[in-house]
């Protein structure tokens, strides 16, 4: 058997927008062997030994952070933490500057997190060192689909290709539903979106292929994934829907609700959840569920992506 | 003025405007005026104008000059300057500098400043209300008598629709003229860019073409409403034009300006992520530029207001959320559509000099630019023969960057009279 | 395929090396208990399935068998393709207390072989290690010596030694190629 190859060299993972089922193939293959390290006595790889990964988060989320950070450590790299709140980054300090500060102290790796969509991509055209996108405004997060993609064909053995995934919540601001829609429809799924007409996107937007349905039933039937998204109690204020009850009593994902999908349907979440809002809190807890397991693949989807942006043909270290 | 103005011949030049064409002579200017043409020396400067084109200087009714408060961005000595290299000869400037220019001293103190400033000549706007708050009004009637020639919040919506009621009352009286800056603020929301498919794929916030129209509706009903003279500031889209379109059709006493970015560029410009381009109203669709450019060549948009917004450089680096709105275009504007509409045949020179000219001075209620002996020496002398590209760092304005910086444009200023002296030469 | 300078192993070659080898690994670790072959990615896999059929064959019990990645053990990053493959590493025993032999099918510089002792001692502590390689073709860079091998072949640096495999490349043989033809 011969393992998936990338096509390109990559230095960044801003998006998917680039990326071919190939190249992501590759990334889900060795995120494969990451899991296996993490599984032995020793959980470290000399691998990025001598590389130098800088964490800049410009909004607070310390478990990606740390997700990342252990990601970086468990292949023997050094990591340099800049977070909102805790270093030059409250300072006023531009983002530009920052990424040229940390340039002059031989950074290899940028991960970056910001409220603004494309600031990773700014980061990326400013320096000709790897940048991973950790969530850009409502734009993308590749490894958060990286990891759901990962968790969902470890937990069935079989590709996400000519599955169903339905995609259920404030689709409109997510970025974790733009990244998997992308990406499940990169590997051949089919996609739906699902929610309040207020929160789907309103011009398109979405990869081509994607099915917008505002009824819940109708989005779930033969369903093999679904993904229910954070509700923002702030969209309330922007008169999106009348309060979280009334969004659960539609959209709530409950073992009833899944009558019409497959009978082996997985429930993924990316986390924090509101229980009781947008997900019922013992199908969050049910073995349908594989919120756990998301968590836990987090680690080493990250682990792939830093080795495959690391190393490679002009691999610096 | 400090010094006297030179008689001055402008040898072999064809002298034209957005109404007339005198044909090749030689323009002789002397004590600030337009003596005549082809008279006998002595001259105290000759200038060889041969293939080149002599015509009124421009008029913007809309830019930003940053001072008092900002003068990192541009102060009135650079932004009068940058003017005058931009073929203008006067501008309005706006009025929300720190602190807002809401009061008769502050417009006093701005005129007797740019007094000695060689450049374009400042006639100031003041705010429509206290602090550009949208709350209480300023106080008109004694603004103008200090100078004040236009009331505007721009920068900022009028919110309350009844303060722009009674603003409008106050300046139909005075024959005062009201800029709007149109938009819906809580349709407008947070929006950093156009709301479309280019929005929705780049993942930010977007604003709707329908805020600025239904604030452009209001603005219009009201101007019918009071019979004051309402200028809408930077259209962006066809939905607006139609309401503006409608309006004019029934008689209202309303104006409206493009901006040379909403004439050139498009959403797809965002796509990179770069917020030089982020403007308010934001850049539009290919049909809207479309819409823009068939209004503003048949005449139903009254004027280009370049809405010359300069901004440091590192507050334009910053992200698409926090970086601030603006593009520092004074300088090249007038190129940039002889390139992007006259080159191409979309509309002829004589008719862009219209847009530059007659029509913002229309909007404003001032004579009409002329080329008449004894009309005010407000010149510029225009190259169309031969292509220069724009090279941020020989701007006079502060913010030397621009998105059209590499482009290869025709029609740059050679060199700017206001008031019979030259107060710019291209080196 | 590029154009061979020499044949250094034939098909038949290759089989009697592997059966002595075969025949030392027993006699060293005193038959096949706790005896383990781990092959290095990608030829050693294979060398390590012969050599652990005919200690089966020989001793009527199979040793225990395993297959080892070492692209995270790396030293040499750059020379790694466009992007990295990394395969599973399969090693279904527990290393502790057995006497495990490694095999490869060149020994060259050495640095495969200690990347593959580190992945190895990661997973636990061995007995012993001891490496098998069918080709040692010299220009060590690190103080290390298989303790098996078919074949000690002198080579230049711009050399290269090709082992083709029929569970890999269709064929057995080991041939010397010139490294401008080797790509």
Known sequence: ?317 | MTTQPLRTAIRGVHVMNGTEDLGVRTAVLSDGRIEGYDLDGPFDVEVDGSGLVLTNAFIDPHVHLREPGFEVKEDLASGLRAAAAGGFGTVVSMANTDPVIDNPEQVRGLLEKAADIPGARLRPAASLTFGLKGERLTDAAALQEAGAVMLTDDGIPVADSDVMRRACEWAADLGLVVQTHSEDPSLRGAGVMNEGAVSERLGLPGNPREAEAVMVFRDCQIAAMTGARVHIAHVTCRQALDVVRWFKAQGAPVTCEVTPQHLTLTDEALAAFDPMVKVAPPLRTAGDVEALTEAFVAGEVDCIGTDHAPHTLDEKRQDMLSAPFGIANIEVAFPLLVETLVQPGRMTLQALLHRFQHGPADVMGWDAPSLEPGSPADLVLLNLNDARTVEPHTFLSKAKFSPWEGDALHGWPVQTWVGGRSVFERG | MSDPKATLFTADEIGRALTRIAHEIIERNKGSERLALVGVHTRGVPIAERLAARIADIEGREPAFGKLDITLYRDDLTEIALQPVVKRTEVPFDVSGMNVVLCDDVLYTGRTARAALDALVDMGRPNVIQYAVLIDRGHRELPIRADYVGKNVPTRRDEVVKVRLTESDGADEVLLVDRKDAL
């Open chain 1, 1 to 317: 058997m011969s393992e998936p190859q990338g096509s390109k060299l990559i230095r960044t993972l801003l998006d998917f927008d680039r990326f071919t089922a190939d190249d992501v193939r590759a990334i889900l293959n060795t995120t494969d062997v990451m899991a296996q390290v993490l599984e032995r006595p020793v959980k470290k790889v000399p691998a990025l030994q001598g590389f130098t990964v800088a964490t800049l988060f410009y909004e607070d989320s310390t478990r990606t952070r740390l997700s990342f950070e252990r990601a970086a450590r468990a292949q023997s790299a050094d990591v340099m933490t800049f977070s909102k709140g805790g270093s030059s980054v409250s300072k006023g300090e531009s983002l530009r500057d920052t990424v040229a500060t940390l340039e002059a102290l031989a950074v290899d790796a940028f991960v970056v997190r910001h409220p603004s969509a494309g600031a990773a991509h700014q980061v990326a055209s400013w320096t000709d060192k790897a940048v991973i996108n950790a969530g850009d405004g409502r734009r993308a997060h590749p490894t958060q689909a990286l990891l759901d993609v990962a968790t969902y064909e470890r937990s069935v053995d079989a590709p996400v290709e000519g599955r169903k995934l339905v995609i259920v919540g404030d689709v409109a601001h997510s970025r974790v539903a733009r990244s998997n829609a992308a990406l499940w429809r990169l590997l051949g799924a089919d996609v739906t979106v699902c929610g309040p007409p207020t929160l789907m996107p309103q011009h398109g937007g979405l990869p081509e292929g994607v099915t917008v349905e505002t009824r819940l039933d109708r989005a779930l039937d033969g369903a093999h994934a679904v993904m229910a998204l954070r509700l923002q109690q702030e969209r309330m204020h922007e008169a999106r829907f009348a309060s979280p009850a009334a969004y659960a009593e539609q959209y709530q994902i409950t073992e009833a609700r899944l009558a019409g999908a497959q009978d082996d349907v997985k429930v993924l979440h990316p986390g924090p959840m509101n229980r009781g809002v947008e997900i019922d809190g013992r199908l969050a807890d049910g073995p349908q569920s594989l919120v756990t397991q998301q968590v836990a693949m987090g680690l080493p989807v990250r682990m792939a992506v830093l080795y495959h942006l690391l190393v490679g043909k002009g691999g610096s270290a």
